[in-house]
């Protein structure tokens, strides 16, 4: 076994030549007795010869070496103890399915774990598989893998790699990869002992977010001498910092802007409710919630369609919410207009038994909803700022019901009848509109959004019958902060009440920060009554 | 309901009459069968039955103390359970310090909760609690002076009608969050409990349970009496003016805004007092107490009995928690729908209550 | 400089600084024989101005009418007046020495300006007696009232007062249950058992049949002379029934001014009347 007297240093230089090789004309010297030689001393399962068959397979530039490397690094690699074969087992129908990491076929199927011994690796042998997996990523033809190979290897960067990456460069032809490799040399570099180099490296890393540069430059800055450098290096790192600082206030911004959109979505029900009527619907949280639970039943009623079925809940909601508005408006509140005390308390008990109606009809407990695939995952801006797509459906959607609604509120009939009703009633009524109807159709309306917000919170929370009540005193604190009868008031309300939020979050934690915002809420109506948009004048006063 | 402020002070408010002769009946019967009665006899009333009266009573001062804002200044109180668990806490404190080193983890200095939370110190808003005086005296100020600066910045800037509600409501929401917290200080979720003994009187003991229902009984006859006072006063016909025309009793001079104040924070030391008396008869004072629904309750309980009248306050919170107790035990579900259905039918078909009832009843005889 | 004028301002010494100026038992000046002065007021809401440069002065003891069309600023000027509103610009004095603009409502009320509104309001649960009461002239803070209690002196004043608006027989009837002139003149009772110097009177005589409408017109001259009278009326024939002198507002100033005569002659008047 001649293999075996190589040196450790020979070997890694026989590497990183192979792969210099590869990487410059893929195929073109391989040579396929290394791949073979190399598994032949995996299997031997010897920590020892482990690090060689490694190196050899890794150089071997066959194209099974990285899914043998892969199978390797992931314990998937064994050995049948029948034949002393290497295998790479994958959990089957019945079993493990087997494939043949020399040939890439399969070899037929294991019964249980007994038959097989598995390869095991240690902590070294885990950088080493790394590093020569990063290695074979950059040459692979999917850039995504070149790409994640180059910041595997902006973890660790030796000089082998470094090297590596100058040559792979040259050849590189998608911009986001150079990008990644420029990254990746210069942050080599500036361990050169040539200040020149360093300097010219920090030039190349200014402002740059990946998390290896900001310990790279630390290190630097407690171990160069050279004062240039240093200078430099501080600069550099301050640049960072202030981009880092930039894009968390802009996360903390769009986690304000989503939750204010939520407030929003909750509260411009009642806006219109409570600021158009006059009328204080302490059962609109449970309006949400009715909406709420008409996503999870039009989920139940189609199986297997959890996108369709949650666009086909937006209009379900609205209509089962707004009708039981309309039931609420034409059989109690209408009864009691021109007494707003009242009004409360009869609410507040139509709020109790929708709750209990469904805790009784449904479930005490919380339902599931599912989320469809197109909420989930998120937007990867860069390697500090990412976007969560169920986040941006929420602020997309929230602005989306706003401005329906301001449209229905600015250029319909019933948005002008409504308008006019709130403004002067009796003289509405003078001029032929029918407040009884308007005032049945508005609260419809209002409601109908309620159930219409319930579907966009049965993705972010869970749906059970308190829903409603968690987000009752914060809708009422968007309006009245918002002043009572103005659209926009409520838009602008919810949503600096909810960047507030975030941005106290931080260093107040999350209750001691809605504990903040609901006493400057508090404060904020005393100074200023009528909230940030009053209806101003003399109808107004009094 | 209108004219009962004057009738009420022309015939002497008979229901409240009425009232007061039941309860001076009540509290002298109810120790005498729990006492004296043995166990066996159909007459006799257990502990049990005393504590939960007494607890009742204090329900029933609570409902004086919303009465009085609401039914005679106008001011929907929905932060009312706020001041009533302040009191609680207040008295819960002083029974923790009486724990002294009998809790499970033996800390002479520390009650049980601050031991598992690894506090080495007692939090300063702690000192002085192991004074009976000193807890007392908080028992009042605390709630007091809360609905003293609420109120003195509210009425100022003269937020009225549902706005106030709003945020009265808003008030005690805010107060329970920061009461769920553990670093306030206050045993968090699970509020203060295990209590052993009041001035040196065991608390489980049946004559500490008369004795506390007889100092509830006082308390409510106290309240009462002295919100009587208020409303039979030229006071108390202020207050009706503000509540019916609040910008006119300005113009003839009135400072309507001091008198809301005062008024406002007395009756959260009503409210203070109250849940300082329930909860040695509970034994437990948690965060819920300060929950939006409980004060809410209050307000129900004085819409039922019929509001502006005290004594119908009285009425509709024995009756309702009545109502509660039994429910709750027969068929859980129903509670609610129960306590919704209330709400709704009395501002429907009964806006002023039973009180308003009786009355009518009284006048067609 | 700018500082040590403000300085030497503040320090003067023959001038208690503003905050410990009494603000209590000011009394009235009246030596120039005028009560009220409004000068150069202007109030805007939202843009529309509803009260432009006004300047208007009442003499002690008069009775004097203001007419104007609605939106003229009749009301907007009794809230000032009275505290209500704010002016943007311009001073208020009542006689020679209370700036009207640092007070608030209750202390107006208890220096002396009485208040009618427009609709009646009347505290409807209490008896029309308890009404007098609340309204009479007293110490009005909190625990003084507590403590109230009628003396016969005040007894007495009640009803002197019931007999001028007479209401004697309705005395122990809840005032919600008089008819719409009674709540007139029980509001113009809780007038004068504030004891005003000066009264406001919006729109006394509205809805009210011609019986009322004279002995209401009997009431408010029985007034002047005790007490300077500001009338707000539509109704001419009332207007000229009791006015000696009519102010015309209009668009938030003073178009005219002038015996009943004078006015209804004027041709801008008969303008803002008729054409317009």
């Known amino acids: ?542 | 309901m209108r004219s009962d402020i004057q009738t009420g002070r022309l015939q002497l408010d008979r229901g409240g009459q009425i009232f007061l002769i039941l309860l001076a009946v009540t509290t002298l019967l109810v120790p005498i069968l729990n006492l004296a009665v043995p166990t066996d006899s159909p007459l006799h009333v257990s502990t049990f039955t005393v504590t939960l009266l007494g607890k009742y009573l204090t329900y029933a001062l609570l409902a004086v103390a919303v009465d009085l804002v609401w039914g005679y200044l106008g001011i929907l109180s929905l932060g009312h359970g706020a001041f009533f668990a302040l009191g609680g806490y207040a008295m819960g404190m002083y029974l923790m310090r009486q724990i002294g080193d009998r809790g499970v983890y033996g800390n002479p200095d520390l009650p049980d909760f601050m031991v598992f939370l690894n506090w080495h110190e007692l939090p300063w808003f702690w000192h002085g609690f192991d004074q009976f005086w000193f807890s007392a005296l908080m028992v009042v100020l605390v709630p007091g002076v809360l609905a003293f600066v609420f109120g003195w910045l509210t009425f100022r800037s003269r937020v009225t009608g549902v706005y106030l509600s709003i945020i009265t409501q808003a008030l005690t929401y805010a107060l329970m969050l920061a009461f769920f917290r553990n670093e306030m200080g206050f045993g968090g979720n699970n509020g203060l409990t295990d209590f052993k003994d009041l001035l040196g009187f065991d608390l489980q003991s049946d004559a500490t349970r008369i004795g506390l229902f007889i100092a509830s009984a006082l308390a409510l006859a106290g309240g009462y009496l002295a919100c009587r006072y208020l409303v039979n006063s030229k006071l108390g016909r202020v207050a009706v003016a503000i509540r019916d025309a609040e910008s006119r009793t300005r113009f003839i001079g009135y400072r309507v805004e001091q008198v809301k104040l005062w008024i406002f924070a007395f009756s959260a030391v009503l409210a203070g007092i109250a849940g300082a008396l329930y909860v040695p008869q509970v034994g437990i004072i948690n965060p819920g107490e300060f929950s939006p629904l409980n004060s809410i309750e209050i307000v129900v309980w004085v819409a039922i009995g019929g509001r502006a009248t005290l004594y119908g306050a009285v009425l509709g919170a024995l009756l309702v928690n009545y109502g509660k107790t039994y429910l709750t035990g027969v068929m859980p579900d129903a509670w609610l729908f129960a306590l919704g259905g209330l709400f709704v039918l009395v501002t429907l078909f009964l806006p002023q209550g039973i009180a308003g009832l009786l009355r009518r009843k009284g006048a067609a005889a | 400089m700018k500082t040590l004028d403000t300085l030497r301002t503040t320090m003067r010494r023959d001038q208690v600084w503003d905050f410990m100026r009494p603000k209590q038992g000011l009394e009235l000046d009246m030596s120039h024989g005028t009560i009220l002065y409004l000068e150069d007021i202007s109030v805007t809401f939202d843009g529309f101005r509803a009260i432009d440069h006004l300047n208007l002065y009442i003499d002690a003891g008069e009775l004097r009418c203001i007419i104007g069309p609605n939106g003229a600023g009749k009301t907007t000027m009794m809230d000032i007046i009275t505290g209500k509103t704010r002016p943007d610009t311009g001073t208020a004095w009542f006689g020679q020495t209370i700036d009207l603009l640092r007070l608030s409502e209750p202390e107006i009320a208890s220096l002396g300006i009485g208040r009618k509104f427009q609709k009646p309001t009347v505290f409807e649960p209490l008896s029309v007696m308890e009404n007098l009461e609340l309204a009479m002239a007293a110490d009005k803070r909190v625990w003084p009232t507590l403590r109230a209690r009628l003396t016969a002196e005040q007894r007495t004043r009640i009803d002197e007062v019931l007999e001028t608006i007479g209401l004697q027989k309705h005395r122990a009837q809840r005032a919600g249950a008089l008819s719409h002139g009674q709540k007139q003149w029980l509001e113009i009772g809780m007038l004068l058992m504030q004891d005003p110097y000066l009264l406001l009177v919006d729109e006394p005589v509205a809805g009210m049949t011609h019986q009322e409408m004279d002995r209401t017109a009997e009431l408010l001259k029985s007034l002047a002379g005790k007490h300077s009278v500001v009338v707000v009326e539509h109704d001419m024939d009332f207007v000229r029934s009791i006015a000696n002198k009519v102010t015309v507002l209009h668009q938030g100033s003073v178009l005219a001014e002038g015996t009943m005569d004078e006015v209804q002659n004027d041709p801008r008047v008969i303008e803002v009347y008729l054409g317009g």
């Open chain 1, 1 to 542: 076994m001649p293999v075996r007297c190589l040196s450790r240093t020979g070997l890694r230089a026989r590497l990183i030549a192979a792969l210099l090789l590869i990487a410059l004309m893929p195929g073109a010297f391989a040579d396929p007795g290394d791949f073979q030689q190399g598994a032949a001393l995996i299997a031997e399962n010897r920590f020892a010869n482990l690090e060689d068959g490694v190196a050899l397979v890794a150089a071997s530039g066959d194209p099974k070496a990285r899914q043998l490397l892969l199978a390797l690094q992931g314990s998937d690699l064994y050995l049948r103890k029948s034949d002393r074969t290497l295998v790479i087992a994958a959990k089957g129908a019945d079993g493990y399915d087997l494939t043949d990491p020399l040939t890439g076929e399969s070899a037929g199927t294991a019964a249980s774990k007994r038959e097989l011994k598995r390869i095991r690796i240690n902590n070294r042998l885990r950088s080493q598989l790394s590093a020569a997996i990063a290695g074979l990523d950059l040459s692979h033809q999917d850039p995504a893998v070149r790409l994640s190979g180059v910041n595997e290897m902006l973890a660790n960067l030796d000089d082998d790699g470094l090297k590596l990456l100058r040559e792979r460069i040259q050849v590189e032809t998608d911009t986001e990869v150079r990008e990644a490799m420029t990254t990746a040399i210069a942050l080599g570099d500036l361990d050169s002992a040539d200040p020149e180099v360093r300097l010219q490296s920090l030039d190349v890393l200014q402002g740059n977010l990946h998390p290896a540069v900001r310990g790279a430059i630390r290190r630097l800055i407690e171990t160069d001498a050279d004062p240039e450098v240093l200078k430099s290096a501080q600069r550099v790192q301050d640049s960072i910092e202030f981009k880092l600082e930039l894009y968390s206030l802009a996360e903390t911004l769009f986690f304000g802007l989503s939750l204010g959109s939520v407030l929003v979505l909750a509260a411009i029900g009642l806006a219109i409710t409570f600021g158009v009527m006059g009328v204080i619907n302490m059962a609109h949280g449970e309006l949400i919630m009715l909406g709420a639970y008409t996503t999870y039943l039009v989920q139940q009623l189609m199986p297997g369609h959890i996108g369709l079925a949650l666009l086909l809940a937006i209009p379900a909601a609205f209509m089962v919410s707004g009708a039981v508005g309309i039931l609420i408006e034409r059989g109690v509140i209408r009864f009691l207009y021109g007494r707003p005390l009242e009004t409360l308390l009869a609410t507040f008990g139509i709020s109790l038994i929708l709750q209990q109606l469904v805790r009784t009809l449904i479930s005490p407990q919380n339902v599931p909803v599912a989320n469809p695939d197109w909420m989930s995952g998120s937007w990867q801006i860069n390697s500090v700022l990412s976007l969560t797509m169920n986040r941006m459906v929420i602020i997309a959607f929230c602005l989306i019901v706003f401005s329906a609604l301001y449209l229905v509120m600015r250029k319909t009939a019933l948005g002008l009848q409504v308008r006019a009703v709130s403004q002067n009633r009796a003289m509405a009524r003078a001029m032929g509109v029918r407040s009884a109807r308007v005032d049945a159709l508005t609260f419809g309306l209002g409601s109908g959004i309620a159930g219409v917000a319930g579907v966009a919170l049965s993705q972010l929370t869970n749906v059970g019958p308190n829903l409603g009540q968690t987000y009752i005193i914060d809708s009422f604190m968007v309006v009245v902060f918002g002043g009572v009868g103005n659209l926009w008031g409520t838009l602008v309300a919810g949503m600096s009440l909810g960047v507030v939020n975030k941005i106290l979050e931080p260093w107040a934690g999350a209750v001691l920060a809605k504990i903040l915002v609901l006493v400057f809420i508090i404060l904020f109506i005393q100074k200023r009554p009528r909230g940030l948009f009053p209806q101003k004048g003399r109808a107004a006063e009094g």
